[in-house]
């Protein structure tokens, strides 16, 4: 799997806008790029994922560099319960192996 | 929301003694895993299991670990001989199309091994 990059910790004021950086420098034509969270004491959770294209859903956006070698992860408004370590993940499109390989991730303070 | 239940949420058990850790996944879901998590480490995978079948394993899953789809709903975890090493999290998760393969996590279950 490729390789991503990401800052140990970040920290971030409640109700402003957080920007989640991931390298992916050797990224595959076929990986798609996917983020998990996992808050205190619980499980991995599913955050979003894309290909080429910039994504929105309810929890956040994706952006995707042109050359897809970067992404950031961008909540628009941080709440106390956005504390979280963030994954930033490359999954391969359909090649049977379906594990994700967690890194070390982003961990996320959300100062009140 | 449907969601993936796992029980106990916290099992103690002595060292050398099997422990079988359950989950119930996302009911119309198809692919089933194992990861777990060392206190302070990352997560990592163990099993996947699709078809009544191991689709595919990691190091970490030796002869002591194995896995079971005993009914429709059910998806255990059972470790023969617990050491020490084995204390951990484990986080069942299921996923449901292969294409977007969004993993769904339970909460976990503790495993403290003494």
């Known amino acids: 799997d490729a390789k991503t990059t990401q800052p140990n910790s970040m920290e971030s004021n409640e109700e402003e806008p957080v920007h989640l950086p991931c390298n992916h420098s050797t990224i595959s034509g076929t990986d798609y790029i996917h983020w998990y969270r996992q808050l205190p004491s619980q499980g991995p959770e599913y955050v979003i994922h894309g290909l080429t294209s910039n994504v929105n859903n309810r929890m956040a956006s994706l952006a995707i560099a042109e050359d897809r070698k970067s992404s950031t992860l961008i909540l628009h408004r941080a709440t106390l319960r956005d504390a979280a370590v963030y994954y930033c993940?490359?999954?391969?499109?359909?090649?049977?192996?379906?594990?994700?390989?967690f890194g070390s991730g982003t961990r996320l303070q959300v100062q009140p | 929301e449907p969601e993936v239940t796992q029980t106990p949420s916290h099992q103690v058990t002595q060292m050398g003694q099997e422990v079988i850790l359950r989950c119930v996944p996302i009911?119309?879901?198809?692919?089933f895993y194992w990861y777990r998590q060392i206190l302070g480490q990352k997560v990592e995978f163990l099993v996947s299991f699709y078809n009544n079948e191991i689709s595919e394993k990691s190091e970490i899953f030796d002869d002591q670990f194995s896995v079971e789809r005993p009914d429709g709903s059910n998806f255990t975890l059972k470790i023969r001989s617990t050491k020490l090493e084995d204390s951990a999290m484990y986080f069942c998760?299921?996923?449901?199309?292969?294409?977007?393969?969004?993993?769904?996590f339970g909460a976990g279950t503790r495993l403290s091994v003494l």
């Open positions: 009911s119309n879901h198809l692919y």
């Open positions: 993940i490359l999954r391969a499109m359909d090649t049977g192996r379906r594990a994700l390989t």
């Open positions: 998760a299921s996923s449901g199309t292969l294409a977007k393969n969004i993993q769904y």
